[in-house]
C-alpha cells in the first residue's frame, strides 16, 4: 500500500500563488491532485503519469497551475497561480496503479486507490 504526504497548503489573497507538494512512499503509474470545496463534490483538477509528461487538466485550473514531478524523490508538486477565492478548497494528492491505456491521466477519482490526508488551500479576497 503505497503512502502520500501532503504539505504546503496556506493561505493567501488573490492573485497569488502556492506550491502543494505530494510524496509517494513506492513508485506508482499516475498521481495528481483533487479538491473538495465547501457543500460540493470533490474534483480532479491535475493529474500526471509518472516518468512522463503526459497530464491532465480540469478546465476550472487550466493556464494557472502545473503539476510537476521529481522521480527520483516520488514526489509531484502543484504549482498554483493567479489564485482566486473559488480555488478555496481541501486540497488531495492520490495515486492510482492502474494503466488503462488512456493518452493522459484520468481525472476521476473512481481511477486512484491512495489519498493523501488533505491540505487545506484558503484563497482571500
Known amino acids: 500500500q503505497v503512502h502520500l504526504v501532503e504539505s504546503g497548503g496556506g493561505s493567501v489573497q488573490a492573485g497569488g500563488s502556492l506550491r502543494l507538494s505530494c510524496v509517494a512512499s513506492?513508485?506508482?503509474?499516475?498521481m495528481g491532485w483533487f479538491r473538495r470545496a465547501s457543500g460540493k463534490e470533490r474534483e480532479g483538477i491535475a493529474t500526471v503519469y509518472i516518468g512522463t509528461d503526459r497530464s491532465n487538466y480540469a478546465a476550472s485550473v487550466k493556464g494557472r497551475f502545473n503539476i510537476t514531478q521529481d522521480t527520483r524523490k516520488k514526489t509531484v508538486h502543484l504549482l498554483m497561480n493567479n489564485l482566486k477565492p473559488e480555488d478555496t478548497a481541501m486540497y488531495y494528492c492520490a495515486a492510482g496503479g492502474i494503466f488503462r491505456g488512456d493518452s493522459i491521466p484520468s481525472l476521476d477519482e473512481s481511477d486512484y486507490t491512495t489519498w493523501g490526508q488533505g491540505t487545506q488551500v484558503t484563497v482571500s479576497s
Open positions: 513506492d513508485y506508482t503509474i499516475k
